[in-house]
């Protein structure tokens, strides 16, 4: 019996597996899912599709990511959103072209159960993006932050390393919780392709939607499982590069 967190998948289900397969993960797991599970790779609807039987046999708890709003809205609306469809979302178009409207109605009620963030008993946060509130998520005024926010990664990657947590000049947002998983902003960008921590935030997204592997990490151990770089699944696609 273990607690996973998974990184964000942005449609590349080939990796989803592999990463379950390689961490061993059995129904007495805990499975953490960060958010943006859409737009990149070409298997968006089958994502979503594996999640709703997932759900049946695993404990599973599925958080909100930004694309996965964004294809909230045009599933319901039918809407280009011309900066998301150069984000990813033009896959996404693609891959629901042949996808019944009674498959998408179900995708609709999946995506609408998402949750915002999940904390734990052990007071450990889990958020796709970050927060802005200094007395936390719960009272977070502006909620759709919870899942594009990117001040908190940011503010932890400036964070001076010897500052103590009991100093005052330690973040007040970042004192809140034991610690705090995230996704939304790629640790590629600072050159990494594995979990990064920094302060008591763990960053699980290793850049599956780019030229990075989807990761798996049990939260407990800090062991983590990967995927091949995903874009060697999908040879003849090009995710969001």
Known sequence: MGTFVIGDIHG???????????????????????????DGWSESPQVIDFFIELEKSHNCIFIRGNHDELVLHWLQNNHDNPMWYNHGGESTVLAYASISNEIKEKHIDFLLNLKNYYLDENNRLFVHAGFTNLKGVTIEHFPRLLYWDRTLWEMALCLDNSISRDSLLYPKRLSLYN????????????????????????????GAAFYGPLTIMNVDTKEFWQSDPVHTLYPDEKGRN
Do not use: C, M
């Open 12 to 38: 590349a289900l080939k990796a989803l597996k592999q990463v379950l397969d390689r961490a061993k993960i059995s129904t007495s797991d805990t499975l953490l899912f960060l958010g943006d599970y859409v």
């Open 179 to 206: 610690e705090i998983y995230i996704g939304h902003t790629p640790v590629t960008q600072i050159n990494k392709t594995i979990p990064v921590n920094k302060a008591n935030i763990w960053n699980v997204d290793t």
